[in-house]
């Protein structure tokens, strides 16, 4: 799913924010820059959502949802393991993994005051279920074979097949709850009003521009809210974001700081006085995708020299000056179950050498033309950068003829929806935290790559058979199988694993608490520090 660094900021668009709840009633307690629970900040993102409905948005969208809208379950801190938030309980009610039943909270509602019940979790799901939106998230859902309601609070699961990740998905923005009198059943929502039952409500949107968040005072739920109101502004140029952190304009900084930012707000503190950079654990990954439908990526042989040749090492030293982690394996480094499965494949160096003899063997001479598609506006300043780095060392290999496309993250989306690229790179956040979520949503009849990828023994064994584990450590044998032929096959080629940055000014507190274990931010953490 998801992007990169995340920061925020403040002064002016804080004033600004408190003005604008001012007038919505009160609803800043102490007001302005007051300590606590009375403070108002405003963070900084180049992730703008493309999507104000949970069933049309399977991307950085995710982080706006994580504040506005509830889940039946929720991701406490670093902790992989999900616990109650819009429940009370949940719990699989057989040994297969197959029956996930949740008892909710009492009394709750949506923001407007409607009353979220067990038909309105079930109303949630089957909604993005139905609406099966391109670029929504419905195949998380897939495993839901139907849903039962038992009176006002009770909800019961039935899934197609055992699926022991199941309760992490309904941890995730995916699985969020919506009021059935305000969003339709069968298209996605046309309007800037949100209505849900988070910890914060959407005041106000301006279109990649700045969303204003204000205490749910409706909230019923885990979240312990640490500030009165938050102001999310969207940044097309990290230049324009570091510049507003530097002046007071914005709080802190999550996601778009350039590896040069980074390495500045790092080495030259004096610069930066008010600045605090913190590095945070992060499990984004950045990969190659093939489309075997266009040829020449649909050749194997094509894959398996592309993967021999790219140097991680050159690439991630070159263009994004360690602020990133070369990566060989579609499962980052700090998930259970990880293994370098491309290394142990393709070997210790870089180089032509094998991969002209497997070209060779597979018949095919002279220079193998290939456009690779990227984004130009989603992941960051250096993504142009990485892919003219990328065409450089493939053809200075002599095998390849490069061409590069890239696209603003709207077009690229609908694109790859469409199976139209023959090469293109993504980013991937995960949906939660296991080495599942990061192989099963790229293969299968219907996937994230727009293209079916179907193999018999990943979608019709191993990861069924993982999926049956409760005990998501005892899985790490049968995911090391699939990294394997995932390797092996080269559809996919991971490129590098992000480390995530926030830059804050030194009054900001909750930086280390703001992240959960998927790396979406939670607004509700921050506060300002009070003063002595």
């Known amino acids: 799913m998801f992007s ?7 002064g002016t668009a804080a004033v600004a924010a408190a003005a604008l709840l001012a007038g919505c009633g009160s609803l800043v307690e102490g007001g302005g820059r007051a300590g606590g629970a009375g403070s108002a900040l405003t963070v900084g993102t180049t992730g703008a959502p493309t999507s104000l409905d949970p069933a049309g948005a399977w991307d950085g969208s995710w982080e706006l949802f994580r504040n506005v809208y509830q889940t039946l379950l929720y991701f406490p801190d670093s902790s992989g393991t999900p616990e109650p938030d819009a429940a009370q309980r949940c719990a699989f009610t057989d040994k297969a993994s197959s029956v996930y039943r949740c008892v909710l909270r009492e009394g709750l509602t949506f923001s407007n005051g409607s009353p979220l019940d067990a038909e309105a979790v079930k109303y949630s799901l089957e909604r993005t279920l139905a609406i099966k939106a391109d670029t929504g998230p419905a195949q998380l859902l897939q495993s839901i074979d139907r849903i039962e309601t038992s009176g006002d609070r009770t909800v019961v699961f039935h899934l197609r097949r055992p699926d022991a990740t199941f309760p992490l998905v309904l941890a995730t923005p995916a699985a969020s709850l919506v009021d059935p009198s305000a969003y339709p059943a069968d298209r996605l929502l046309d309007s800037a009003t949100v209505t849900g039952s988070g910890p914060y409500r959407l005041a106000s949107y301006e279109r990649g521009e700045r969303a204003e968040l204000v205490r749910n005072r409706e909230y019923e739920g885990s979240a312990e809210i640490k500030n009165a ?8 140029d990290p230049a324009e974001m570091v510049d507003e952190l530097g002046k007071g304009g914005i709080d802190l900084t999550y996601r778009g700081l350039t590896p040069e930012q980074i390495s500045d707000l790092r080495r030259n503190r004096a610069d930066h006085p008010d600045i605090k950079l ?3 654990y992060g499990t984004e990954i950045r990969y190659l995708a093939f489309n075997p439908e266009h040829e020449p990526a649909g050749e194997r042989a094509v894959r398996r020299a592309v993967a021999q040749v790219i140097d991680r090492e050159e690439l991630v030293s070159e263009v994004y000056e360690g602020t990133a982690a070369p990566l060989y394996s579609m499962v980052p480094s700090g998930i259970t179950g990880h293994t370098s499965a491309y290394h142990e494949e393709y070997g210790d160096e870089p180089g032509a050498e094998k991969a002209e003899a497997a070209l060779e063997e597979a018949g095919i001479t002279g220079k193998v033309p290939l456009t690779l598609w990227y984004t130009t506006d989603r992941y960051g300043a250096g993504t142009e950068r990485e892919f003219r780095e990328i065409e450089r060392q493939l053809e200075e290999s002599g095998l390849f003829e490069i061409t590069l496309e890239g696209r603003r993250w709207r077009e690229f989306q609908k694109g790859v929806a469409e199976g139209e690229y023959q090469v293109f790179g ?4 995960p949906d939660f935290p296991d080495a599942d979520n990061y192989i099963s949503p790229f293969v299968g009849k219907e996937n994230v790559l727009g293209v079916p990828y179907e193999d018999a023994d990943l979608t019709g064994g191993l990861l069924p058979r993982s999926r049956r584990l409760g005990d998501r450590s005892a899985a790490g044998d049968v995911l090391a199988e699939a990294q394997r032929i995932l390797a092996e096959d080269a559809r996919l080629l991971p490129l590098w694993q992000g480390k995530l940055h926030i830059a804050a000014r030194d009054d900001v507190a909750g930086v280390e608490w703001s992240t959960d274990s998927s790396t979406i931010m939670r607004m509700w ?3 300002r520090k009070k003063s002595w």
């Open 229 to 236: 109101a938050v102001t999310i502004r969207y940044f097309e």
């Open 426 to 429: 993504r980013g991937w956040f």
């Open 525 to 527: 953490e921050l506060s």
């Open 278 to 280: 913190s590095e945070v």
């Open 4 to 10: 990169q660094d995340r920061p925020l900021l403040k």
